[in-house]
């Protein structure tokens, strides 16, 4: 499903279900000791699909350690993101030659919690819900916002090495599947490429779920 988001260079592996009994990779162990249950299967395909995803690049398998901010530390010359929820776990690698970064979410396709939107939206973000829930009501635009900018942090923060919020990002929602990320803070990179001052994305609901994807292009 979250290949449908990205474009051709990107290797994209999900699953909708785990394999009873699974055991984490070794190496990542210690990654999922103090997880309740139902957090370690989600970890242990997760990670599983990344795996498969890497080996399709030609990379041998190897744990994927966690970084500063649990995001998954990938091989040398990788970008890449993992997303899990309830129903759905997938990975999306691509090589750094080809692209800048990456970052995926997926979430159940339901409204978001009462209070939460207020906390993850920024001024003419509440407007433009409210357009879009009346013109389109058969989908939960917060729930979209909500995993937009999920996947805006995915890709932001291996590129900039900071923290991106809720509110530093103001989006644009597209009925058609597409998104705009208005960067609201200093968005230069470590790498020395290009600020980081406006993100694309796309988003699809299937099955159930919203899936959002970033790529960002050299």
Known sequence: MIEALLPPQVVTVHAYDDRPDEAPYP??????????ESRRREFVTARRCAREAL????????????GPRREPVWPAGVVGSITHCAGYRAAAVARRTELAGLGIDAE?????PDGVAGTVTVAGEPGLLARL?????????????????????????????RWLGFEDAELSLEPGGGFGARVLVDGTRGDGGPPLTELR????????LIVTAVSVPH
Do not use: N
Not at 108 to 112: D, M, T
Not at 136 to 148: E, I
Not at 201 to 208: I, M, Q, S, Y
């Open 133 to 161: 829930d009346r013109d389109h009501p058969a989908v939960h635009w917060g729930r979209v916002l909500f995993s937009a900018k999920e996947s805006v942090y995915k890709a932001w923060y291996p590129l900039t090495g």
């Open 55 to 66: 080996g399709r690049l030609g990379h041998p398998a190897a744990p994927i350690r966690s």
């Open 108 to 112: 159940p396709h339901e409204a978001l």
């Open 27 to 36: 190496g990542e162990e210690d990654l999922v000791a103090r997880a309740v």
């Open 201 to 208: 994305g796309r988003w699809l609901v299937d099955r159930g």
